[in-house]
């Protein structure tokens, strides 16, 4: 037998079945972790007919099995080239030398990719949001930005949906303000401008005997959480005062409640031939 043969026979023809067996286990994984995420979706949908909110347990849930689907596999592919460049008889200890010259070039190229893992890993330890979540993205100090439903959370990247079904992705490094309208209990602050010669008292009763008779309903009282708040004047302006109504609702729900809320109070000023300054009414979920 020549050295090729036995070279072939003892080293090349062994990492076969080590690839073949590492290309199954990952997608025995993905399998895996798939079949765990459809059943975790299944459970939120329900729960979302039911008319209820995604458990916070299932958010997180959902992008830890992402997580370790990733890691999982990618430790795969790290020992089986280990152990495949073991095999084939190269000799590790003369790899160290260009290792190292790679590694630190790979240091200098790829410090984005270094920081998109590191604010993943602090993202899924801290808890801030989890697939599922209404969240808005913005630069600090500032309340207005992108705002989207996560879909997808890894170490790297954040998808999110917008609500022009838009999928937006993020590197991780780059979330500087990540807003998350979703989590625990959200709030709906309604400001309504009314002139200054209206009764006053009779707008506030008004506007909380309308709060309150849509909390009472069966279709919304499991979305509003306690009784609602008039807050009253909130503001004085030039001929106009601004009257704020406060809703806690359940986390992601608020602009469902706001849209209707703000019908409902529009119609009843109607009725009540009240006319707000603007003929607006502003709010703020």
Known sequence: MTGFDRYLHDNLLPTFPLALGVVIAGRLVRWASSRYRVALDDEVRLTIEGGGVATERSKRA??????????????????????????????LPTLVAPATVVGVALGFGAQQIVGDLLAGFFLFTERQFGVGDLVRLSMPGQVTGVSGTVEELTLRVTKLRSQQGELIMVPNSALRQVTNLSRDWSRVVMDLPVPVDEDLEKVLSLIRNVATGMAAEPAWHDLIIGDPVMAGVETIEVGYVNLRLLVRTLPGRQFEVGRELRLRVALALRDADIRTPNGSVATTP
């Open 62 to 91: 959902r992008a830890v099995a992402q997580t370790i689907e990733w890691l999982t596999i990618s430790l795969l592919y790290v020992i089986f080239g280990v152990v495949a460049v073991k095999q084939l008889g190269v000799p």
